[in-house]
């Protein structure tokens, strides 16, 4: 099973920018997808960026982060980043790293890190 640390969350000003980092250990084979996901107070937890992992490690996101967010990994520390720029109030959530294992059909979650958005 793989196991997922999250890492870089914090208080952030509206406009202001923060990297999440998600460090994949433990049996790392047959990653297809890296994800990030949130949620928010009273809220359902939403899909935020998704990268396959290919040779092309493309790309998807939700509406609210396109042209704010942007997801990456390296294949070489096993680890997935979140870059957030221009943050919002409404950004505010707790961030979740997730991981698809095709090979196993294998679903992981990470513990989560708090964002905070507010002047």
């Known amino acids: 099973q793989v196991q997922l640390v999250e890492s870089g969350g914090g208080s952030v000003q509206p406009g202001g920018s923060l990297r999440l980092s998600c460090a994949a250990s433990?049996?790392?084979?047959?990653?297809?997808?890296m994800a990030w996901y949130r949620q928010a107070p009273g809220k359902e937890r939403e899909l935020v960026a998704q990268?396959?992992?290919?040779?092309?490690?493309?790309?998807n996101y939700a509406d609210p982060v396109k042209g704010r967010f942007t997801i990456s990994r390296d294949n070489a520390k096993n680890t997935v980043y979140l870059q957030m720029n221009s943050l919002k109030p409404e950004d505010t959530a707790v961030y979740y790293c997730?991981?698809?294992?095709?090979?196993?059909?294998?679903?992981?979650w990470g513990k989560g890190t708090l964002v905070t958005v507010s002047s």
């Open positions: 997730n991981v698809y294992q095709w090979k196993y059909g294998m679903n992981s």
């Open positions: 990268i396959t992992v290919t040779s092309d490690d493309r790309t």
């Open positions: 433990g049996r790392v084979d047959g990653i297809h997808t």
